[in-house]
């Protein structure tokens, strides 16, 4: 297994392309186990582009990817096993809506490992309670309130036990109070569990106070690393104009166009 030291991410010298497009460049980034980390940027900036390095579905151009102590493997088999270690909440909570919340839970249980049916049922009802939704288990996802249907997403994420969780816009479309419940849950489950987490959100001011540390993405590269007061209290231009959500400044809103459009 891989040393427990070594950070659980980290990143030197990335580039992501996409197609003929350099996305993100010039990449350095440790995460420390047992830390969560705010990964905050405009839209489009290449966040979940940032993600997708890590669960290795994107090849980085150049540098190198090491996840758990491991360089991201491009080989199928290696890849899913390293992914067994990684819980993803994806944006939008890719909830299947013809299984209820348990069998839900109960799908990556199934598909990688050979418990015991019993077995399987007391991990997804242990998953179920640790984000207060034991009694949900039977409802099938329609039957579900959004902040529910996040919770449900995220029982299925830490089905496996996995030792590095990624959200991906984790609060998006969620009323203040379910954001709260959310965030909280994101925070608790990281300490109880010893995991570390890593939430890619342009929620800042919800994010923020459970963070230890913070990265702002633009202009395709990290633009500021540091700890949540040290961006609060950062003077960089690039960093204020994202944080007080400026539309005219240093960050190139390029994907501007296209929603007018749309
Ligand atoms: N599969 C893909 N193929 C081609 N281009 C892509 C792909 N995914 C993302 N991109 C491009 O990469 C850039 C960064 O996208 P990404 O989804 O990483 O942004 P983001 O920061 O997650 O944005 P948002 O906050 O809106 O989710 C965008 O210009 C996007 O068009
Ligand atoms: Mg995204």
Do not use: C, W
């Not at 700890?227 to 007080?244: C, G, I, K, Y």
């Amino acid at each position: 297994m891989p040393e427990s030291n070594t950070p659980a991410v980290r990143l030197a010298d990335v580039r992501l392309d996409r197609g003929t497009r350099t996305v993100l460049r010039d990449i350095a980034l440790e995460v420390p186990r047992g830390s969560v980390t705010a990964v905050l940027g405009p839209s489009g900036s290449g966040k979940s582009t940032l993600l997708a390095a890590l669960t290795g579905e994107l090849v980085p151009a150049a540098g190198t990817v090491e996840v758990l102590g491991q360089r991201v493997p491009q080989r199928k088999r290696e890849l899913l096993e390293l992914r067994k270690g990684i819980g993803v909440l994806l944006q939008g909570n890719g909830l299947l809506t013809d299984l209820t919340a348990a069998e839900n839970v109960a799908l990556p249980l199934r598909m990688h490992t050979r418990l015991p049916e019993p077995v399987i049922r007391r991990l997804v009802e242990m998953k179920l309670h640790a984000v207060g939704l034991r009694a949900a288990a039977d409802l099938f996802p329609r039957e579900l309130s959004g902040g529910m249907a996040r919770r449900v997403a995220l029982a299925r994420a830490l089905a496996l036990d996995p030792p590095l969780m990624v959200y991906d816009e984790p609060l998006t479309g969620l009323d203040p109070i379910a954001s709260g419940v959310i965030m909280s849950l994101i925070s608790r489950l990281n300490d109880t569990l010893g995991l570390t987490s890593i939430i890619v959100t342009h929620h800042v001011h919800e994010t923020l106070p459970v963070a230890d540390r913070a990265i702002v993405i633009a202009n395709a590269r990290i633009v500021f690393s540091g700890t949540p007061a040290e961006l609060q209290s950062s003077t960089d231009p690039l960093v204020r104009q994202f944080l007080d959500g400026e539309p005219d400044g240093p960050i190139a809103f390029d994907a501007a166009p296209q929603e007018r459009a749309a």
